[in-house]
């Protein structure tokens, strides 16, 4: 069931120092290592940590809204997809189109889901997993059984990361070492089957870890079932003197789902269960692979590096039918991404202060892109919209100095650069295109904490982060050139942390975009082929406010809430109305809460719940708003047997009712999300 202990700021260190080398011990014990006085990083959950000495600083040196959710939050969740695992965590917003194989996907500071901008940089186990356009299909394959943690940094100031991270960047770890196993069954509400399992096996210096999952559901609406297959592998050797090891890890899931279809506002209230006619031929499949290589090592006595090669791909097939009025479009994606990241980490002995670090990294990407689109009639192609091969490359360096001048203040200033190549083929037109030449893409960083107290600690920070225009919207198809457009952030916040009783931050933020651009998504098919279009100069900008209480040893309480707007200040000339509107599907608040109860040794209860604001559905702001709701969830879990448990989940106690809607070209759409759902699972470990 839901657990939801905080432990002391030594996870948050020892999980922050675990995404670099993405091995994470299941059974390993704190460490006992103390992080230096003043960070600003919560931890909300269990997270097992080890004092591995390859793993490199990473989160902990990020000052900035930084949260670690531990496994045992997640591994007990019941989810169709692993996205919405993110509704636990503070300031994030989980967009639900409950669509087939693209069913959803999360974001935070202000923007949206929709897919017209994607601003988090996605990683698993370290590994970049975006697709060409920043969504986020390869988070599919991880099932929440496998998830060691997750590791979100919100904001500009992050260095180590240069494309998609135009707010930040997620990194979710996956269990690695340990020679336990566990495994999970569950039944539930709208035909809900799922099996997980896990192993892990360690002998000398090799580990190795298994996962395998299957999940089949009818789904809430008609027209809804979804069958996912998932497999992993990871197979790491460390020298007997620990000063390297060396990894391999393969992970592959497929999807095949039927599409519920989008419905009128009207049918949405009166019948959400149901699904319009003219979906009924509408599906999807869809397959991720993934396989990378790690290497660490203790290059010198105060030097450590770390190397990653990777392999993905990425294929998607969907017919879909947006409106009644519209046509059935058949959507092709494959593509394939080649990359590399490499780091080293330098912590000389130093007397002029009371530590330094100094840390930089190479990274690059070449991706091999096909996108195809027909129109078709019950899944029969009529006619081509669509025949793009796109390459884009994108290569990037860093640099950032951890220096503490006394023992109350930290500064980290930092600085990256990128380079974007590729070409673009339009084999319907014949006519080939380079990226535009963005040229040096420069980003400055600069971060500081001060420990005010042995308990409370101010921090600020200020970054830039960078968006260029996916699919066709990177090339050069008119005369002219295009520049980046640049994030600029910054970030101010208190954080006060009591290992025994509590701890809480708040923090004001704002996020200036030079000139962003939007992926026009045409639902039609007659317009918006997947051109972007300029949105203009804007502005994001709230608050957050968190905190975690444990009162004794049985209870604990959370509550978190986010303040924001994302406005227009300057908007693109052919759209004067749009200035000081709001940007589309971005609520103004979002929230989550709870309480877990160790009622008894064995039995344990929990409650809790999320809730988001009202968002306008397009950029005048004139068609109303929608989207908003409050979600309530209890539970309770049985330990029955030592390792053995029984628990049930009551999702949405209340039936509430809700939608997710959507606006575009003319066209606009509503997606109700699951009513009242019971879930049974048994567990048990060995």
């Known amino acids: 069931m839901i657990r939801f202990f905080s432990v002391p700021r030594m996870a948050a260190y020892s999980c922050a120092c675990l995404a670099a080398s993405v091995c994470v011990p299941t059974h390993a014990a704190d460490s006992g290592v103390q992080p230096p006085p003043g960070d600003s990083a919560l931890t909300l959950g269990k997270v097992q940590v080890s004092a591995d000495p390859l793993s490199l600083p990473t989160a902990r040196s990020v000052l900035s809204s930084v949260d670690i959710l531990g496994g045992d939050l997640l591994q007990d969740q019941h989810v169709d997809y692993s996205w919405e695992l993110l509704m636990r965590a503070p300031g994030v917003q989980v967009t639900q189109f409950k669509m087939g194989t693209d069913a959803g996907r999360f974001s935070f500071r202000g923007f949206n889901g929709e897919g017209r901008v994607n601003a988090v940089k ?130 592959y899931y497929r999807n095949a789902a039927l599409e519920a279809g989008y419905l009128d506002y009207a049918s949405a209230q009166r019948a959400p269960r149901s699904s319009p006619d003219y979906a009924r031929d509408d599906r999807s499949e869809r397959q991720t692979g993934q396989v990378s290589l790690y290497l660490d090592a203790q290059l010198a006595d105060a030097v450590q590096g770390s190397a990653k090669l990777y392999w993905n791909r990425y294929q998607n097939q969907r017919w879909v039918r947006f409106t009644e009025a519209g ?61 793009w091969d796109f390459d884009l490359d994108t290569r990037g360096a860093y640099v950032q100095a951890v220096i503490r001048p006394f023992e109350r203040l930290q500064l980290v200033p930092g600085y990256r650069v990128d380079w974007v190549d590729g070409s673009f083929l339009d084999r319907l037109g014949g006519a080939r295109y380079p990226a535009y030449a963005y040229g ?50 910054w970030e101010a916040g208190l954080k006060f942390a009591d290992a025994k009783r509590l701890d809480a931050r708040i923090a004001y933020w704002e996020q200036r975009a030079s000139d962003e651009v939007a992926t026009i998504l045409g639902v039609d098919g007659t317009v918006g082929t997947g051109e972007v279009g300029n949105v203009g100069k804007t502005l994001r900008r709230g608050w957050d406010a968190q905190l975690n209480l444990r009162p004794d040893d049985r209870w604990t309480l959370w509550l978190a809430y986010s303040r924001q ?122």
């Open 122 to 251: 996605l990683l698993i186990d370290g590994i970049p997993s975006n697709d060409n356009a920043g969504g986020m299909p390869y988070l599919d394959a991880v099932f929440p059984l496998d998830i060691a943690a997750i590791e979100i940094v919100r904001g500009t100031n992050d260095p180590r990361y240069g494309l998609n991270a135009i707010a930040g960047n997620v990194d979710v770890l996956t269990r690695s070492g340990g020679n336990d196993g566990r495994a999970s069954i569950t039944a539930g509400s709208f035909g809900t089957r799922e099996v997980q399992a896990s192993q892990g096996i360690e002998r000398g210096g090799w580990s190795q870890n298994y996962f395998a999952a299957w999940r089949d559901g009818n789904g809430y609406r008609d027209h809804a079932d979804a069958r996912k297959r998932a497999f992993a592998g990871k197979w790491f050797y460390t020298a007997p003197d620990a000063t390297w090891r060396a990894g391999l890890s393969a992970r």
């Open 327 to 387: 046509a059935q479009q058949e959507r092709d994606t494959d593509e394939t991404q080649r990359g590399f990241l490499a780091k080293a980490s330098w912590r000389p002995e130093v007397d002029w202060a009371t530590s330094f670090a100094l840390e930089g990294g190479i990274d690059g990407q070449w991706q091999d892109n096909t996108s195809q689109r027909y129109r078709t009639v019950a899944r029969v192609r009529t006619a081509p919209l669509r025949d």
């Open 440 to 489: 040096a893409i420069k980003q400055p960083k600069l971060s500081a904490v001060f420990a005010l107290t042995a308990q409370a600690s101010a921090y600020a920070n200020i970054g830039r982060t960078f968006q260029i225009g996916s699919g066709n919207g990177a090339y050069r198809s008119q005369p002219g050139n295009l520049a980046p457009s640049y994030n600029d952030g």
């Open 565 to 686: 707007r994302a406005l227009i200040v300057t908007p693109d000339p052919s759209a004067p109305a749009t200035r000081g509107k709001e940007i589309e599907n971005v609520p103004h608040y979002l929230a989550n809460a709870g309480i877990d109860w160790q009622a008894t040794p064995r039995l344990k209860l929990s409650a809790w719940g999320n809730a988001q604001g009202d968002y306008y559905v397009e950029r005048s702001n004139t068609l109303g708003r929608y989207g908003g709701y409050a979600l309530a969830n209890v539970g309770a879990t049985w330990a029955w047997r030592a390792q053995r448990e029984l628990s049930l989940q009551l999702k949405n106690l209340t039936d509430r009712h809700y939608v997710y809607a959507w606006y575009d070209s003319g066209s606009s759409g509503y997606s109700p999300g699951d009513g009242r759902a019971l879930y049974a699972s048994l567990s048990w470990g060995w």
